[in-house]
């Protein structure tokens, strides 16, 4: 059974700090996404990575995949308030048998982040 | 362009009764999955329906059944109501096999007194 760790479950940062949000994984995938919920909302997709090696950035966020560590990173650059959410990473495994296509994705605990003046 | 949409937002129901949900996915897009959020948690995934099949089902018992309909909409079925049904419900709609973002709709809040 696929297990998706994240840490820090909690993450309380000072504006203008950096910090990396860490999720492992247990079984070999090659798809997994970040995503972002704020408090009474849905999932806003933040990143999908698809490769070993994969990095994307978008503006104070950027995420990396390394499936042979099946380990996925989060970096935060000089936090503002505004990034105060609970992140998930998720990971997407084309099944073995009986599936036919991707899109089963397992969720970490997620990480709560809060960004302090 | 529009969105995932699901209906209704927000819900109340009883212990025993059963309900329906809605999802219509994003434009393009013909595969549904559906995930149940407990507070707190992360999304735990229900099912996934293509070309009106259901595909793949996590570990979920069968009071949680669903349809996709022709047009790529779908329903999340619930029966026999439970407490611990109580939480956020929200759909997941992609394209099948591609390697494209999964988008999420607003989610509908089920509430079980």
């Given at each position: 059974?696929?297990?998706?760790?994240?840490?820090?479950?909690?993450?309380?940062?000072?504006?203008?700090?950096?910090?990396?949000i860490?999720?492992?994984?247990?079984?070999?995938?090659?798809?997994?996404?970040?995503?972002r919920?704020d408090?009474g909302?849905?999932?806003?997709?933040l990143?999908v990575?698809?490769?070993?090696?994969?990095v994307?950035?978008?503006?104070?966020?950027?995420?990396?995949?390394?499936t042979?560590?099946?380990?996925?990173?989060?970096h935060i650059?000089?936090?503002?308030?505004d990034?105060?959410?609970?992140?998930?990473c998720?990971v997407?495994?084309?099944?073995?048998a009986?599936?036919?296509?991707y899109?089963?994705?397992?969720?970490?605990q997620g990480?709560i982040?809060?960004?302090?003046? | 362009?529009?969105?995932?949409?699901?209906s209704?937002?927000?819900?109340?129901?009883?212990?025993?009764?059963?309900v329906t949900?809605r999802c219509?996915p994003?434009s393009?897009?013909d595969?549904?999955?559906?995930y149940?959020?407990?507070?707190?948690?992360?999304?735990?995934?229900?099912?996934?329906?293509?070309?009106e099949?259901?595909r793949?089902?996590?570990?979920?018992?069968?009071r949680?059944?669903?349809?996709q309909?022709?047009n790529?909409?779908?329903e999340?079925?619930?029966n026999?109501l439970?407490l611990?049904?109580?939480?956020?419900?929200?759909c997941?709609?992609?394209?099948?096999?591609?390697?494209?973002?999964?988008?999420?709709?607003?989610?509908?809040w089920?509430?079980v007194?």
């Open positions: 059974e696929l297990k998706v760790e994240q840490n820090p479950l909690f993450l309380s940062m000072q504006e203008g700090k950096n910090y990396t860490y999720c492992n994984y247990s079984t070999t995938s090659d798809r997994l996404y970040w995503y919920q408090p909302k849905s999932l806003e997709s990143f990575l698809l490769s070993n090696g994969a994307k950035q978008e503006g104070r966020l950027m995420a990396s995949l390394d042979k560590a099946r380990l996925s990173t989060l650059t000089a936090a503002v308030h990034l105060s959410a609970t992140y998930f998720a997407d495994m084309f099944p073995n009986g599936g036919t296509s899109g089963k994705l397992t969720f970490g990480t982040l809060t960004v302090h003046p | 362009d529009a969105g995932v949409t699901q209704p937002t927000h819900l109340i129901k009883t212990r025993g009764q059963q949900l219509s994003k393009g897009h595969t549904v999955s559906w149940q959020q407990a507070l707190g948690q992360g999304p735990q995934f229900i099912f996934q329906y293509y070309e099949e259901e793949q089902r996590g570990n979920f018992p069968d949680f059944s669903g349809h309909f022709p790529y909409s779908s999340l079925n619930v026999a439970l611990g049904d109580s939480a956020l419900y929200l997941a709609s992609s394209f099948r096999g591609s390697g494209n973002t999964i988008y999420f709709g607003e989610g509908s089920l509430t007194v």
